[in-house]
């Protein structure tokens, strides 16, 4: 039998004595009191896992999916038989901006827990077109699919002490470890922290901002946890951080105003960004500890230090000092990880390689330089790069650094005194003349002050395709067979299979004698003002070797005797 009570509410229906009937019916249309969709009801006898509703369960009975209308008479809502989404809204939520939210929240994560304890495939979470506030974190069950309608305008907001929300495996053991299947799946949302509606451009300066806790999304030893199309912004703390997982992507996300973007730590593995924008956080993308993890396509804008102290005219490197960046590696274990096809812009430092980093890569990136800052009195030390103590062995290749109408920007690096064995490799020779040129200072204090510390450009590949082979490790270039125009003091120049060195004036081969100088032939084809003391001449009149005797034009042979 189906009983229409005109489309009576939800509420009105089940927590009224009215209608007062002698026999419930089998379905019941009503019009939900939240949503104001029309909703049928079905009277059961049964959990979903078809296990009798005993009057011991009863805290079971949530008041939205299951609801009681009289002794032993029970209704659940149709959409859960058809393994539909559940609707946040269902559970009481308004979606203002005004109302606090948490209770619907804490409601809908306690009844997917509960079907997953159960093994019911009820797991998919809507959230509609509105402003949801919290107070308190929102637990999704692992394999979970949680998704707005689009991640402009379903939005969660919390200004708390600890993550908006968290993947778990267990609601009553945090602890417990991941699943080795199965995927859980966030997507079309926006998260927002306590500065959510500040704008990015005005966004002034936090002096000691930076609060932890304060997090988006907390993923902490689940597995194959895929983030798609979010919009985070506003935490005082970490967009999204990993903690000890791997199998994870993050895809299409957009993160601004956030101390962090995201963090990844505790040996977090094979973690994909693809596709994201970082864009005036204090920092973009944390990795620490962690390695095998691929960044390619995203795109870094002016990610400078908002929530931690500010620069000013008398101490301009405060923002350096604060390790502000778009990307930072850190700790011995940070190795192979890939940052490729992305795109920087106005960054103070876009990428720092921290103590003891090695074995990381940046391929086929785009720099466009620091924008404002690289020249304003109050920003002078742009940096592509900073490699820090013992940061080695990372590679530097095949990177585009171009800005507006084609100019080439400053291709400037930190070397702290023991990094080294860093290589990089440049597309174009305007790149690799202004990256000696910006890094010469850095060059001279590794090379000639600290016991040749090797980090070099060891190849370029021009229009011609003209190929720079490895020079000596204790100096910065080598040139092949024709010498620039503008050249260096130590500068290497390999011609005819003879290798001279740049001395301010003059090239000079090891033995201080001109490069190319001829070495062998008839007695007057040897050159006495471009050889020196020492030098040896095989003279095939008299074949066999002489020497110069000093700077005037004295020659011997191997006895000292006059030649």
């Known amino acids: 039998m189906i009983y ?14 009215c209608p007062n009937l002698t026999n419930y019916p089998d379905v019941i249309t009503l019009l939900d009191s939240f949503t ?3 909703v049928n009801y079905i009277k059961v006898t049964q959990w979903l896992d078809k296990t009798d509703i005993s009057t011991n369960e009863s805290d079971l009975i949530d008041g939205i999916i299951f609801r009681k209308k009289a002794a032993n008479v029970y209704y659940a ?3 859960v038989f058809n393994k539909t989404s559940l609707n946040i809204k269902w559970f009481g939520a308004k979606g203002d901006g005004v109302t606090d939210d948490t209770s619907a929240f804490n409601k809908i994560s306690d009844f997917v827990f509960e079907q997953r304890k159960r093994n019911v495939p009820i797991s998919s979470i809507y959230i509609p077109n509105g402003r949801f506030k919290v107070t308190d974190t929102f ?11 689009s991640s402009l305008n379903s939005i969660i907001i919390a200004d708390i002490d600890k993550p908006l929300l968290r993947i778990l495996q267990s609601k009553t053991n945090l602890d417990a470890f991941h699943e080795q299947t199965g995927k859980t799946i966030i997507r079309d949302l926006s998260l927002g922290g306590k500065y959510f509606d500040e704008d990015p451009d005005k966004f002034c300066a936090k002096p000691n901002g930076f609060k932890p806790d304060k997090t988006g999304i ?6 194959r946890v895929e983030l798609n199309n979010l919009f985070i912004k506003g935490f005082e703390g970490y967009g999204v951080l990993y903690d000890g997982t791997y199998y994870q992507t993050l895809r299409s996300c957009y993160f601004t105003t956030n101390a962090v973007g995201v963090e990844a730590r505790n040996m977090c593995t094979t973690i994909l960004f693809d596709n994201c924008e970082f864009r005036k956080n204090s920092r973009g993308i944390h990795l620490k500890n962690s390695f095998s993890n691929w960044i390619r396509n995203c795109i870094f804008e002016e990610n400078i230090a908002k929530y931690l102290s500010s620069p000013t005219i008398n101490d301009p490197l405060n923002y350096l000092n604060t390790s502000s960046s778009s990307i930072i590696f850190e700790g ?15 960054d103070l430092q876009n990428i720092i390689f921290d103590d003891f980093v090695s074995g990381n890569i940046v391929r086929g990136c785009y720099f466009n330089g620091a924008g404002i800052h690289q020249t304003t009195p109050d920003f002078p030390l742009f940096r592509v790069a900073v490699f820090k103590e013992f940061a080695s062995e990372n590679l530097f290749e095949s990177n585009t650094y171009l800005e507006a109408d084609n100019k080439i920007p400053p291709i400037r690096f930190k070397f702290y005194p023991q990094a080294k064995n860093n290589v990089f ?6 790149y690799l003349e202004r990256f000696i040129d910006d890094n010469h200072e850095d060059f001279q204090n590794s090379y000639i002050n600290n016991g040749l510390i090797y980090n070099m450009p060891i190849g370029l590949a021009d229009s011609a395709n003209q190929k720079f082979e490895r020079n000596r490790r204790n100096q910065i270039r080598p040139y092949v067979q024709e010498a620039p125009t503008k050249v260096f003091v130590n500068d290497i120049l390999i011609k005819n299979g003879r290798v001279g060195s740049w001395n301010g004036s003059f090239w000079l081969e090891n033995d201080g004698s001109l490069l190319g100088i001829k070495r062998f032939g008839n007695t007057v084809d040897k050159d006495p003002n471009g050889s020196v003391t020492g030098m040896a001449y095989f003279d095939t009149q008299l074949n066999k070797p002489i020497f110069k005797k000093n700077n005037l034009a004295d020659w011997v042979d191997s006895n000292g ?3």
């Open 4 to 17: 229409n009570l005109n489309l009576t509410t939800t509420e009105d229906f089940f927590v009224s004595n």
């Open 332 to 346: 011995a274990s940070c190795k192979n990880n890939t940052i490729s096809e992305s795109y920087f812009e106005a």
């Open 139 to 149: 637990y999704l069950p692992l394999r979970g699919y949680l998704y707005g309608e």
């Open 77 to 79: 809502r149709e959409s």
């Open 218 to 223: 907390l993923i902490s030893k689940m597995l």
């Open 425 to 430: 490799k440049f597309l174009l020779e305007g």
């Open 561 to 563: 005797n006059p030649a």
């Open 36 to 38: 104001y969709e029309i």
